[in-house]
């Protein structure tokens, strides 16, 4: 289902493909209110797409449907990108914890704060990892988390792939008044450099106006943000995006090149 006009009353229907390996429903509008217990049933689900996900319970979600699926290997879920729209990942990740197969797992225009560390590190299958944060607010916060979460389980993931929105970028480069372009946000101290390195203190031209400079943010180009996460992570296979909001939802995931044979 791809159809952006299409819009269903119930999908508790798709239970009874009990042989059903993959299920990818994409452009149906307001997808997240359904019921999802019908997904139970698909015990050889080896592929779960959902779109338009925003609304979902994701607590319901998490805890009543993700750990029956003990075949899953691939899980993405995707929402528009909407200001005044939440999808936490708390219960999510815990019932991908649970369930125990999920190897790539693609999340689009979710919430990220502190705990994406530890829910990255429960879920100790998941190796791919493609990530789109919801990143237009208290963004320095934000891409802080997520760079950490990157250094601290660099071990587990082999792939990793961060969208972020032009939005952002064009934003914080109005906002900038250095001679840096194309910058993003980060909290400091930035997760990956050293404490004395240039991006945890401001420099002149950052026409930085505080005092103590406590809650200051470093401004990092994009570039550096990828050498960066190669750094802290340096078996992992790092990339980085950059995708108009209406957009968001078409990122895909990029996988390592294969080897090639120089015999």
């Known amino acids: 289902m791809t159809d952006h006009r299409s819009k269903v009353e119930s999908l508790d229907s798709l239970g009874n493909l009990l042989h059903l390996t993959e299920l990818n429903i994409r452009g149906v509008n307001y997808i997240g209110s359904q019921d999802f217990s019908f997904l139970k049933k698909l015990l050889k689900l080896k592929v779960l797409v959902l779109s338009s996900c925003q609304g979902m319970n994701t607590k319901e979600f ?19 990108h909407m200001v005044n729209t939440t999808f936490p990942l708390y219960h999510i990740m815990g019932g991908i ?8 797992l693609e999340l689009v225009n979710v919430e990220v704060d502190d705990l994406l560390t530890s829910l990255i590190g429960i879920c100790t299958t998941v190796t791919d990892l493609l990530l789109v944060p919801k ?5 320095a916060n934000v891409i802080y988390s997520v760079m950490r979460a990157v250094r601290e389980n660099a071990s587990q993931l082999r792939v990793f792939r961060l969208g972020l929105v032009t939005q952002l970028l064009s934003a914080t480069g109005e906002l900038y008044k250095g001679s840096k372009k194309d910058v993003i946000p980060v909290q400091r101290p930035v997760p990956g450099v050293p404490v004395d390195d240039d991006l945890n203190y401001c420099a002149p031209d950052d026409c930085c106006t505080e005092t103590d400079h406590t809650e200051c943010v470093t401004f990092l180009p994009a570039k550096r943000l990828l050498m960066i996460l190669r750094d802290v992570a340096p078996t992992t296979f790092v990339t980085f995006v950059k995708v108009n909001m209406f957009n968001s939802t078409m990122v895909t995931f990029l996988k390592p090149p294969k080897p090639t044979n120089n015999s």
């Open 62 to 80: 998490g805890l009543k449907v993700l750990p029956y699926l003990t075949d899953l290997r691939r899980l993405r879920l995707e929402n528009k």
């Open 97 to 104: 914890a649970s369930g125990g197969t999920v190897n790539q």
């Open 135 to 139: 990143c237009l607010q208290n963004s």
